[in-house]
């Protein structure tokens, strides 16, 4: 006898699943249609499922589709930028690489011999499938064990949502206490006597005056302005920092050179991020040093200095740091006693653009060198800075950043990762400073009122 169930009556089990409604994806089933199958292939995508992000990828052509959360959990960079290499997920940022099941296999800066800790796995939904021709992701545990039918509806994915910020502050280009500090706004040679330049800084177009005897002063008024370091300087607010003091632009034996102002849509933050970090470009591990040496670091006045030495290379490396942006590597050939020293000053224009000044220096600290040798070195040092700075800028560029983010484990952290972690406590510690001694000055205000 036929029976008298029609098919958009039929019970659902485990084999078939239930038939599709129509409309958006069913809390129902808990499944989410997420993307049409054709449209999964090696570049992760990224979709949404029940609120949160995800990227669904195949680890080969022709493969299952793997679901993963959409952040390396290392710096927080997108994995829409990650790319497939063997049948792993490697963040475009350092190299870090997840199977297909979200488990990290490989972080390059633990060297060899180094285990990528627990929390550096991604998590990934409780379930992924194809289905007429679409793919499905169930986020959390649901009774019905496969999507529904779409019986030839094409089901509507819900919007890709954006991803969400860190949970603790970040220190974006806008930040109201970046006004208590010196920012660079041009080099001194773009500012002749007599004459003014504008530029923007912390999303204001200031104009910058050269007086006749070369005072200066700003528009619209700043509580200082002055030239150091071969650059032009604003405060905006009574500053909490200090300058920068670079010991070589002092010694005549150094020859330095300016690079060309650049400009980067990333966050200041995460361009002084950049140019400290190691793990980008780790030395490389050996039977003898399976894993690079981590800086020595001291806590300075307004900020702090990473010292480490090379020693399959011979060098000796100093990173400088000084709240906010101010940046200095020093780098010395323990043969030939040859110093190159990069100074990075990054200007926070507005949220989405910063520019970058950078000074190249060359000194000869043992011995003596020529003219002509000295005017090589610093050639070549040139080149190789800008070399440096054009792969930050476009990584950044790629991967995307609004901000640093300032509470250490909102990101992962590894060993390779000292000089990384003292910038954002760094800057913590600025931006938690600031505000107190604000509240101090109105209440030492209303106190002589």
């Known amino acids: 006898m036929a029976s008298s169930r029609t098919p958009s009556s039929r019970t659902p089990n485990s084999r078939t699943g239930p038939p599709w409604a129509g409309g958006p ?9 997420v993307a049409r199958s054709s449209e999964v292939g090696t570049t992760p995508l990224q979709v949404g499922a ?7 990828l195949r680890t080969r052509p022709g493969a299952e589709v793997t679901a993963l959360s959409a952040r390396c959990p290392h710096r927080l960079v997108p994995l829409t930028t990650a790319t497939v290499v063997d049948g792993r997920v490697q963040c475009s940022y350092h190299g870090w690489q997840f199977n297909a099941e979200g488990r990290c296999v490989e972080i390059p800066s633990l060297g060899p011999v180094g285990t990528p800790p627990p929390r550096a796995d991604l998590s990934a939904p409780w379930a992924v499938e194809e289905r007429d021709g679409w793919v499905w992701l169930a986020p959390d545990p649901t009774p019905t064990t496969r999507p529904p039918r779409t019986n030839g509806t094409a089901p509507s994915p819900e919007p890709v949502p954006d991803l969400p910020p860190p949970d603790g502050p970040v220190l974006d280009n806008l930040h109201p206490v970046l006004e208590h500090a010196w920012h660079p706004v041009a080099l001194a040679t773009e ?14 177009t200031w104009t910058v005056h050269r007086r006749a005897g070369g005072a200066l002063d700003a528009d619209p008024p700043a509580w200082a302005v002055v030239e150091r370091l071969g650059v032009v300087w604003i405060a905006p607010a009574e500053p909490r920092d200090e300058l920068l003091a670079v010991p070589e632009t002092a010694d005549p034996r150094a020859v330095s050179g300016w690079l060309p102002p650049a400009r980067s849509p990333a966050s200041a933050g995460a361009l002084a991020d950049a140019f400290l970090d190691t793990s980008r470009r780790p030395v490389r591990p050996t039977p003898e040093v399976p894993e690079p040496a981590a800086p020595v670091l001291t806590y300075e006045r307004g900020g702090f200095s990473g010292v480490q030495e090379e020693r399959t290379d011979r060098r000796r490396v100093t990173a400088v740091h000084r709240a906010p942006f101010q940046l200095v590597r020093r780098e010395e050939d323990l043969r030939t006693g040859l110093v ?6 990054l200007q926070p224009e507005d949220a989405d653009s910063t520019r970058v000044h950078t000074c190249v220096l060359v000194q000869q600290t043992r011995g003596t060198a020529s003219p002509d040798a000295l005017a090589a070195a610093l050639t070549a040092a040139r080149a190789a800075a800008a070399a440096v700075l054009d792969e930050d800028l476009a990584l950044l560029a790629r991967v995307g950043s609004t901000g640093l983010p300032l509470l250490p484990r909102d990101e992962l952290h590894v060993r390779a990762d000292l000089l990384g972690v003292a910038l954002r406590r760094v800057l913590a510690d600025f931006t938690a400073d600031c505000p107190a001694v604000d509240q101090a000055d109105l209440l030492q205000r209303r106190a002589s009122a």
């Open 25 to 33: 994806a069913t809390a129902a089933t808990g499944w989410f249609p």
């Open 50 to 56: 029940g609120g949160q992000a995800y990227v669904v």
């Open 191 to 204: 500012l002749r006597e007599g004459g003014y330049l504008q530029t923007r800084l912390l999303g204001r």
């Open 340 to 345: 190159t020293t990069v100074v990075r000053l």
